[in-house]
């Protein structure tokens, strides 16, 4: 239970010690370099199958420029992590939120050499919000959970790729992760940090969430912008205005009380990933590094007006991108708004409620603590 705690207030961390499979837990590189002509996302992980044999540590990696993915496998006892930080091994290759050094030599893939990034910008973690998940990452039973390791970052080093010296001086990038049972049963995923104005950086996500027997679909967007970190999250009571997905374009809106943001992701070719199910890592998922994001963050407008200021504009480049599952089956979930999302808490006795509700995810043993009734005399 302290390692629960512990790894929750930590999510770039392993999550998998003493974790029971089906489990994964993936690790997501984002590395350009700053001529934007080499794109890389690098991407360690580790599967823990049901079958014994199927366990496994990896390194996948994907060329953004060419679209071309090779997936390195290792045997699972080549694969290390620490106790309550991010420092991974797996065989020569080592990853820390501050960089990474791989050594990859197959007839697929020869990539070698080290880079550091910083400075690095992670989620805010709190007790009540412990990053990106904000206080479903306090839920044991969630199929997937989710971590931004940094949302921009600078770069410097250098990568050998099959022959070839790149600098990554003055490069930008991009960490997060995954980890859980398997990937949502529909998703749709966006991120850039390469704008006109350097120092911006936007995330955002749509998925079908499971949710005591029943789904709803579940959303995160944040937008790092002039050094404040604009949340929009079904936990912060924000929603969603439009869902629309095509074959070239995912348009999504979604506002809280202050402010609005729009977003129209364009589509792009890309590669095809390994993706974890429960039983293996054989789901493959199309995602590209070459998408572009048009994004307005705007306040929302005050009664009597009609169009709120304009707090930012412009067009990400450079995107990763990933629509994956029944698309149609969120976008209609959102259309329709039928699942039953817990509603955002406000208030003292709210508060109150949902520090229960978490001493009782975390500390399942214990009962909810019994209020005395109010009379005229307690108000």
């Known amino acids: 239970m302290r390692r629960f705690v512990r790894t929750t207030l930590n999510p770039a961390a392993y999550h998998g ?43 996948q990696v994907l060329d953004g420029r060419t679209g071309q993915t090779t997936y390195h496998r290792y045997p699972a006892d080549r694969f290390w992590a620490a106790d309550g930080a991010l420092d991974l091994r797996i065989g020569p290759n080592r990853f820390t939120p501050d960089g990474l050094s791989v050594q990859i030599d197959t007839p697929e893939l020869a990539m070698s050499g080290e880079l550091h990034f910083g400075p690095v910008r992670p989620w805010p973690v709190t007790l009540a919000s412990p990053g990106i998940m904000g206080w479903y990452a306090w839920m044991p039973f969630m199929e997937c959970y989710h971590g931004v390791v940094s949302l921009d970052h600078g770069i410097e080093g250098r990568l050998t790729v099959n022959g070839q010296t790149i600098d990554f001086g003055g490069g930008r990038g991009y960490t997060e992760k995954d980890w859980g049972q398997a990937f949502p049963q529909a998703w749709i995923w966006y991120q850039t940090n390469h704008f006109d104005q350097p120092g911006i950086s936007l995330t955002c996500s ?79 998922i199309a995602e590209t590094l070459t998408a572009t994001v048009e994004v307005r963050l705007s306040e929302v407008p005050r009664q009597g007006q009609p169009n709120g200021s304009t707090l930012f504009q412009g067009i990400g480049r ?49 009962k909810r603590r019994k209020r005395p009734p109010r009379t005229k005399q307690s108000r």
Do not use: C
Request: cysteine-free; proline content about 6%; hydrophobic content about 40%.
């Open 17 to 59: 010690h003493g974790k029971k499979p089906p489990f994964f837990e993936g690790w997501y590189y984002k590395v350009i370099d700053a001529s934007e002509q080499h794109r890389y996302a690098i991407i360690p992980g580790v599967f823990l199958s049901q079958d014994p044999d199927k366990h496994h540590a990896f390194v």
């Open 206 to 284: 749509v998925a079908i969430i499971p949710w005591m027997r029943r789904s709803f679909p579940g959303f995160i967007a944040g937008l790092w912008h002039g050094g404040v970190l604009y949340r929009f999250a079904t936990y912060t009571g924000a929603s969603i205005e439009r869902l629309e997905i095509t074959d070239q374009q995912a348009s999504l809106a979604v506002r809280n009380k202050r402010y609005r943001l729009e977003m129209v992701a364009t589509r792009a070719e890309g590669g095809l990933l390994h993706a974890p199910t429960t039983v293996d890592m054989g789901r493959r």
């Open 318 to 366: 450079h995107a990763g991108m990933e629509a994956a599952g029944s698309l149609d089956r969120l976008v209609e979930m959102v259309q329709i708004s039928t699942a039953r999302v817990p509603k955002p808490i406000q208030g003292r006795a709210k508060r109150n409620k949902r520090l229960d509700l978490l001493r009782i995810a975390v500390f399942p043993w214990s």
